[in-house]
């Protein structure tokens, strides 16, 4: 379906800008988090596997995750996994049979419950690591890489990212769904960062802040692109035009690329 492959072809130019900016030599404009939101990690791969197609990007994948690995929040990607609509997990399993993606580290490829590569595609793999930016530079670009080599791989270092955000209006359960955690972990976060004058009552940053627009992609992205993709396939173009219309962009500067593409390819 053209529509499909437009949406496919747009998505992944902006999430191949995103790339670009944690370390993955794209020929692509880098994604700058001041001006255009910050990235989460684990929905940055999530929604990377949704759009997987068979280009650089299923040998440049797998190798980050093997560099990075230490850097990723497990846990959150394992929920951001199990909470994608069934019908969107089979497509994301049919992509990862497909690539390279097996050569990923034996953490990540549990969750997805990835037999492990054979020789050849982990060579393959291996070779494109070097190709990849140093963690110093991807961590002056990415305010969550940056914060978890501070503070863990767990969820105070996003939460403290997120306090970032410019009029986010930080709360327990907001910052619990776009985190794909459960709201007793963030307000448990939330209660220290007050306790040591972090965040005000109100749970504001109490120090100065240079703050971001937003976030580019979140866990948010990731559901938006699979009401778009499913939307796409509506054959009444009031029913199509009002999914788009109505989908939450708040945190999803990715939606806010790909949506009047999507619209204007269909004119």
């Known amino acids: 379906m053209k529509s499909k492959a437009s949406l496919k072809k747009t998505a992944n130019r902006a999430l191949k800008g995103a790339w670009a900016a944690l370390g993955i030599p794209f020929d692509v404009s880098a994604i700058d988090e001041k001006e255009d939101g910050i990235i989460d990690v ?42 994608t609509p069934p019908r969107h997990r089979s497509l994301i399993m049919g992509n990862l049979k497909a690539s390279p993606f097996r050569a990923a580290p034996n953490s990540v490829r549990t969750i997805f419950n990835l037999e492990p590569p054979s020789d050849s595609v982990a060579k393959t793999v291996q070779m494109r690591v070097n190709k990849l930016n140093r963690v110093e530079n991807v961590a002056q670009n990415s305010i969550m890489i940056r914060n978890r080599l501070q503070y863990g791989t767990g969820f105070r270092a996003d939460v403290i990212a997120l ?8 709360k327990g359960t907001q910052l619990a769904k776009v985190l794909c955690t459960n709201e007793s972990t963030v307000s448990r976060i939330l209660s220290d960062l007050r306790a040591c004058g972090f965040l005000d009552q109100d749970n504001e940053r109490t120090g100065p802040t240079d703050p971001y627009a937003g976030m580019f992609v979140s866990s948010q992205s990731l559901w938006n692109l699979c009401e778009i993709m499913d939307a796409l396939e509506f054959e009444s173009p009031e029913l199509r035009r009002g999914v788009l219309e109505n989908l939450n962009m708040r945190h999803d500067g990715l939606g806010r690329k790909v949506v009047p593409e999507i619209a204007e390819a269909r004119k």
């Open 42 to 83: 684990e929905a940055l791969i999530m929604s990377t596997l949704l759009m997987m197609e068979q280009d650089r990007m299923a040998t440049d994948l797998p190798a980050w995750l093997g560099r990075f690995s230490s850097l990723i929040n497990h846990q959150k990607l394992k929920t951001m996994f199990k909470r």
């Open 163 to 170: 306090t970032d955000i410019k009029g986010l209006g930080v």
